[in-house]
């Protein structure tokens, strides 16, 4: 059964830091590209940050780029994102999302169950 499951969501004041946790299971996960998203009230679901399967390449929204870094453990089969200098416009639904693509069929793709985070003082 594929599981990803977000932690380390709460409310933090503007400057603020926080760090998400994501914990896959089910799946061969080094084997995922992974990336978080959001979705604040009212508003589309947006990526924040992908980091690839191999080489571990990251790609970031230019709205957290200098703020946000993500990075994988495959030995832990999980993936972080590290928010630093928060402001109030990141308060979201944080997900944690795996793909990976194959050739002449839809991509596997799994989603967790999202964690808030709220920016406010």
């Known amino acids: 059964q594929v599981q990803l499951v977000e932690s380390g969501g709460g409310l933090v004041q503007p400057g603020g830091s926080l760090r998400l946790s994501c914990a896959a299971s089910?799946?061969?996960?080094?084997?995922?590209?992974m990336s978080w998203y959001r979705q604040a009230p009212g508003k589309e679901r947006e990526l924040v940050a992908t980091?690839?399967?191999?080489?571990?390449?990251?790609n970031y929204a230019d709205s957290v780029k200098g703020r946000f870094t993500i990075s994988r453990d495959n030995a832990k089969d999980t993936v972080y994102l590290q928010m630093n200098s928060l402001k109030p416009e990141d308060t979201a639904v944080y997900y944690c999302?795996?793909?990976?693509?194959?050739?002449?069929?839809?991509?596997?793709?799994?989603w967790g169950q999202g964690t808030q985070v709220t920016v406010s003082s």
């Open positions: 089910g799946f061969i996960f080094s084997l995922y590209a």
């Open positions: 999302n795996g793909r990976r693509p194959r050739v002449g069929l839809p991509a596997n793709d799994y």
């Open positions: 980091i690839s399967n191999n080489v571990g390449t990251t």
